[in-house]
């Protein structure tokens, strides 16, 4: 198990380029890496999370369309900032909130539904990464072009100027937030995970910390014995030029 100060290294070591800050400077991004993790499939925990999710996504829609929730509303305004079309890549939030009033939401194991229920509860994008399969510390960049995207059929690239999370091994996660690369998906053995919770305006930092704080206690759960580093990153905070 890998020690606190282990994990606090790889989150102290997440940069955010300068480019992504001049297209939302009131972006934030909370990361957290967590190591002692109980593997698990899709159990009665998780089901009552995503139960809670679901109820709670059915009252947002049951008065307001999906496009104009203002969370959903304000990410489809960033992917159009930088060429991406909300009709074919929708964010995170908006792909799992679509899905609920017909199928509901996926039930795949229990980690990535505790992650896609706080995600829908709180209506922010999060996204779970295999930290044992990642390589270095995250990067929030604007993709050249020819960076490597891992998925089943292949390797794929994005778009020049594409907003891109990435590691030393290539992009982990395409448009910001849409789609996650095959390499550091999340899995019913996986015991260390990097959590990125992406947050926009009017979302404040002590908001944004509160819900990481849900989800780790979430993940937490009756066990205990995890080990935790976070860090919040925001235009204050320095750039990667």
């Known amino acids: 198990m890998r020690s606190i100060a282990d994990l606090q290294k790889i989150v102290d ?3 955010v380029a300068k480019t992504v800050f001049e297209l939302r400077p009131d972006y934030l991004a909370l990361l957290i890496a967590i190591d002692g993790i109980t593997p ?5 925990t998780s089901e009552s999370l995503l139960q809670r999710a679901e109820a709670t996504a059915k009252a947002r829609l049951s008065s307001t369309a999906v496009t104009d929730i203002p969370a ?3 990410w489809r ?3 159009k900032s930088f060429g991406a079309k909300p009709k074919k890549y929708q964010s995170s939030i908006e792909a799992l909130t679509r899905r609920i009033p017909t199928s509901g939401l996926p039930r795949i194991n229990k980690l990535t539904d505790i992650y896609n229920a706080i995600s829908i509860i709180y209506n ?3 996204g779970g990464e295999n930290l044992d399969a990642y390589i270095g510390a995250p990067r929030l960049i604007r993709a050249i072009g020819d960076e490597k995207f891992e998925t ?3 390797d794929e690239h994005p778009d020049k ?3 891109v999370w990435c590691d030393e091994g290539g992009v982990t996660c395409r448009n910001w937030n849409w789609r996650q690369c095959v390499r550091t998906v999340l899995t019913e053995e996986t015991r260390s995970a990097l959590f990125i919770l992406d947050a926009l305006a009017p979302m404040s930092r002590e908001e944004l910390e509160k ?3 849900e989800l780790v206690e979430a993940l937490r759960g009756e066990a205990g014995g995890l080990v935790v580093a976070k860090r919040v990153i925001g235009v204050e905070d320095g750039v990667d030029g």
């Open 13 to 15: 070591g997440a940069t």
């Open 40 to 44: 698990s499939p899709s159990d009665s």
């Open 72 to 74: 959903i509303k304000a």
């Open 77 to 79: 305004d960033t992917y």
């Open 124 to 126: 922010i994008p999060l």
């Open 152 to 154: 089943k059929n292949g």
């Open 161 to 163: 100027g594409e907003v």
């Open 211 to 213: 819900v990481g704080e």
